[in-house]
């Protein structure tokens, strides 16, 4: 039936509860820090854990995979704007917020597990790719598109921008995903992106 002109349908429900959502947001962290998989982790636990009503997160999540993606958005934080002033400027500045968040406890162990769903939950796979993955890939690019534009990038290497993607963020990436102890040090951000420019700035 439709309203009658002026009329606003009052919302169904009761409101979230921010501190609730929250909370159930900062236990799934703290459990994933604490070893706990994403194969391993319920509604139920999750529930227990917070010291809420399974009702409670229901309500908000229907799923564990709708749960876990508003986990991801949580600590999501987007790659600085690139100031424009040189592709090594740009490109380290990105490396290193990278390599930031790849120190962060939480970061490490979501990544690690994402890497489980590709085959496990390949609907939760696309999301996270779609979400997160492929805008940064993407911010990523468009710096390399500088780059190449102004000829700080030899034109041949045009041909196959997601490899020069691939060259840049794969480093800190392997090491925070698949080597977990190695260490991500403080200069290596630039030294990432100096071994990366030495192999394609124009010669000569």
């Known amino acids: 039936m439709t309203e ?5 349908v009052a919302p169904r429900g009761r409101p979230r509860n921010v501190a609730v959502d929250r909370a159930v947001v900062d236990t799934v962290l703290r459990l994933l820090i604490e070893g706990v998989s994403f194969g391993d982790l319920s509604m139920v636990a999750v529930a ?6 399974r009702a ?14 508003d986990v991801l ?3 999501e934080d987007p790659l600085p704007e690139p100031a424009g002033r040189s592709l090594r400027e740009d490109l380290v500045n990105a490396v290193e917020a990278t390599r930031k968040r790849s120190l962060a406890k939480h970061e490490s162990a979501l990544m690690r597990n994402m890497l489980t769903q590709i085959h496990t939950s390949p609907q939760l796979w696309q999301a996270y790719r779609d979400t997160f993955i492929v805008p940064r890939r993407q911010a990523f690019a468009r710096i390399l598109e500088r780059g190449l534009a102004d000829g700080e990038i030899r034109p041949e290497y045009g041909d196959d921008l997601e ?3 691939d060259m840049v963020v794969s ?8 080597r977990p102890n190695s260490l991500l040090e403080e200069n290596l951000a630039e030294r990432v992106v100096d071994a990366f420019l030495q192999g394609v700035r124009p010669k000569g």
């Open 56 to 69: 409670t997160v229901y309500r908000r999540w229907p799923t564990m995979d709708a749960l876990l993606l």
């Open 163 to 165: 490899l020069l993607v």
């Open 4 to 8: 009658p002109p002026g009329q606003t």
């Open 48 to 53: 227990r854990e917070t010291g809420v009503s």
């Open 73 to 75: 958005e949580a600590i």
């Open 171 to 178: 480093p800190v990436l392997s090491r925070a995903t698949l």
